[in-house]
């Protein structure tokens, strides 16, 4: 029997293929946001990182948005605290927490997402933690605080992290709300229909904290390194690896999509090596250690699909 293209991509090695190659792009989008600290405005990517993936999505799936408006209009206060949490305080802050610490840091601190998810999962939805999840919280919470104190003793005592770890781990956590609200959201609506609403409402939450860093700060400059950027971010991350992502979790399973977080880290930390010549700690890898275990005991559980 004649395989279509479509078929092929949801069946056989394709859809690990997929993952992998999404989990290297989310990589890299670590790093360009580590290379261009200082020079290109956090707020400022976090919008225009909205605004190109939306213009690049809305000609293939503008009828579907449009017929779908009427709900997402009367659910405008959900879709606009999940642009909240995407745009400003998730997408942005990331870039943000690339003027303060190493990708390396960083590439691991994100990887507590999945756990950020399960803890706001039980305060927002009720939904219950068992022990095995609950031991897989403390286990990875125990590496972030191994990442926040850079394996120091005196500086958890002291309660003085750097600040861009701080900033990470609060990042994870908007976009953790994201995850956690979509499950409030009404049936009927496609996963790019949702990605775009929430990009409508993220974008009028974010241009005015935009214009604000412009006056205080600067804007985004007329260069090649900004349009570079931008183009890379809003395109190849914003849509083909989001795309790849969900084409991966429907064909995988959710449980198993989850190893992505697994990948991301190990890219984005070679990457970080390679590329912008940062060394790899004694404590990345206890951090590293204990992370992907509780992330691992938390990914036996029962996973919900996302669009991040």
Do not use: C
């Amino acid at each position: 029997m004649y395989d279509t293209t479509e078929s092929r991509f949801k069946s056989g090695a394709w859809p690990y293929v997929l993952l992998i190659a999404a989990s290297f792009i989310l990589a890299t989008n670590h790093i360009v946001g580590r290379t261009v600290q200082g020079s290109l405005p956090p707020m400022g990517l976090g919008f225009w990182r909205i605004i190109v993936a939306s213009t690049v999505l809305l000609p293939f799936y503008w009828k579907p948005f449009i017929k779908s408006w009427p709900i997402i209009r009367s659910h405008w206060k959900l879709f606009l605290i999940m642009g909240a949490a995407l745009a400003p305080f998730g997408n942005a802050a990331v870039y943000l927490a690339y003027n303060f610490t190493s990708a390396i840091n960083g590439g691991i601190v994100a990887t507590v997402q999945p756990m950020a998810t399960v803890v706001l999962s039980y305060f927002l939805l009720s939904e219950l933690v068992n022990k095995v999840q609950a031991i897989g919280i403390v286990i990875a919470a125990t590496g972030v605080l191994v990442i926040l104190s850079a394996g120091s003793i005196d500086v958890l005592l002291s309660f003085k992290p750097n600040i861009g770890d701080v900033i990470m781990l609060a990042a994870m956590f908007g976009f953790a709300v994201h995850n956690v609200l979509l499950r409030r959201l009404p049936k009927g609506l496609s996963g790019p229909v949702i990605l775009l609403g929430v990009q409508l409402f993220g974008a009028l939450v974010i241009f005015p904290i935009y214009v604000v860093e412009m006056i205080v700060y600067k804007p985004i400059p007329y260069t090649v390194e900004a349009l570079s950027t931008i183009i890379w971010i809003g395109v190849v991350v914003g849509v083909f690896a989001v795309g790849f992502t969900n084409s991966a979790v429907l064909s995988l399973g959710p449980n198993k999509a989850s190893m992505s977080n697994y990948f991301r880290a190990v890219f984005t930390t070679v990457l970080a090596i390679l590329v912008l010549g940062e060394n790899l700690q004694p404590f990345h890898a206890v951090a590293f250690l204990l992370v992907f275990t509780g992330i691992f005991l938390m990914g036996r559980q029962k996973r919900h699909k996302t669009y991040l």
